[in-house]
């Protein structure tokens, strides 16, 4: 008789997951898997990364919580109770992208890795990685694609100031995937003495896991933070997802809560087009860097370009565990289209005082819906919490191209 279900395999997610890479590779994937089960758990290990965390970083971040922006969404006041911010706007950098690489730095280092690798889209990424590389000691590289170094100079430039070499990638699109293509490639080449950051909650196993372990302070700091603050548990976690490292790292605290967890994918110009970076609603399974997973591909399976008008939401796959919290239904997945995020970073700037990066805005676009949506299931007006991964001071240019709302 078959077995009505497949044994849980390690490093899946459901279906998602695994890891569809170079046999070179796997040593290297088999040590961090290693690392993450006895070096990230080790008291010296944490001691150190707290510490980080703590005094270079800023945690923890605040919790805020949001009257005027409550108000703006929701009038009447029949379906926000409460909203409140997890400030990651305020890390070090502007953005959750420094906890993670802090912490691959960190146990790069302790395995004795003397180079540290990083693929970048936008420059984000690579200017987490380049900082946490200064400061921890170590040489840093970054791929970018050729079209990417010409379109984030700022970026490009922090990351020369911060010590690192950046390598414009000239083949494919000249972007991020290819970008992906090419630090994997040095990767396999340099693997025994080079660590390569991954930056998101993507990438072959244990990429994932490792990635949300070191983003789940966020969710851990904020379900401390609303029971201290407000006493009670939110009805809704909202966030962005890219890859999914701030959704995931938001998540994770409370998924044995009775707690609704909602992810915002970028709809870009519309889901109708094919100017969108919407994986999970709109995309199809596939394999993308190193991990099967939802992606954007065409018929014939090649991967396609995804479009946001936030930079860090334009990927065209997504975390296998997202993919899966999707399949399962523990999660929901909404899209916010550019025009849509872009008149809630108008929103949240004039009624908070905030201004908050293009990504995080799509998360703060579905707000009113969510607010709606589960109020009326619940019957009551709802407790929302919502990560604001970033600040939006890097989209300013942006902003202004668009005019004023
Ligand atoms: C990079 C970035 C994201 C998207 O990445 P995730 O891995 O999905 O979190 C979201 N918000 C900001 C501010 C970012 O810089």
């Not at 088999?30 to 945690?59: C, D, K, M, N």
């Not at 809560?257 to 519309?270: H, I, K, S, T």
């Not at 523990?330 to 905030?354: I, K, N, P, Q, S």
């Not at 819906?369 to 009326?376: E, I, N, Q, T, W």
Request: with cysteine.
């Amino acid at each position: 008789m078959k077995p009505s279900m497949d044994p849980p395999r390690p490093g899946y997610f459901g279906q998602f997951g695994g890891r569809f890479v170079a046999e070179t590779l796997v040593p290297a994937l088999e040590e961090l898997t290693h690392a993450l089960a006895t070096i990230v758990p080790s008291a010296e290990f944490q001691a150190e990364w707290r510490g980080l965390l703590e005094h270079y970083v800023g945690r923890p971040t605040p919790l805020s919580r949001a009257h005027r922006l409550a108000h703006a969404l929701d009038p009447e006041g029949d379906t926000i109770a409460e909203l409140w911010l997890k400030r990651e706007d305020l890390c070090h950098t502007g953005a959750h992208k420094i906890n993670n690489a802090l912490g691959q730095v960190l146990l790069a280092k302790q395995l004795g890795k003397r180079r540290i690798i990083a693929e970048t889209g936008a420059g984000q990424h690579g200017v987490a990685t380049a900082t946490a590389a200064a400061v921890l000691g170590l040489p840093c590289e970054v791929y970018m694609g050729a079209l990417d170094v010409e379109r984030q100079a700022p970026n490009v430039a922090r990351m020369r100031l911060l010590g690192a070499r950046v390598i414009p990638v000239q083949s494919g699109a000249r972007t991020l995937k290819d970008a992906m293509n090419e630090a994997l490639r040095d990767w396999v080449t340099h693997v025994a003495h080079t660590h390569y950051c991954v930056g998101s909650a993507a990438g072959p196993h244990p990429y994932p896991t490792l990635v949300s372990e070191l983003q789940r302070v966020i969710g851990d700091e904020a379900r401390q933070q609303l029971l201290a603050q407000s006493g009670q548990l939110p009805d809704v976690v909202v966030a962005c997802i890219g890859g999914g490292s701030n959704a995931i790292g938001m998540f994770r605290a409370f998924m044995d809560d009775p707690v609704a967890l909602v992810g915002v994918e970028a709809a870009g110009e519309g889901l109708d087009t094919s100017r969108h970076a919407a994986t999970i609603t709109a995309g199809t399974v596939g394999v993308l860097h190193g991990a099967k997973t939802r992606v954007l591909s065409d018929a014939d399976g090649q991967i396609l370009q995804a479009h946001s008008i936030s930079a860090g939401l334009d990927y065209p796959g997504v975390g296998p565990e997202h993919a899966a919290l999707a399949q399962s239904g523990r999660a929901r997945y909404l899209t916010a289209t550019d025009d849509e995020a872009v008149a809630a970073a108008h929103l949240v700037a004039r009624e908070e005082g905030l201004l908050i990066a293009l990504e995080t805005a799509h998360a703060f676009a579905r707000l009113g819906s969510v607010a709606r949506d589960f109020g009326a299931e619940r019957g009551r007006p709802v407790r929302i919490a919502v990560c604001l991964s970033g600040r939006g001071d890097k989209d300013l240019a942006t902003l202004m191209e668009r005019g004023s709302s």
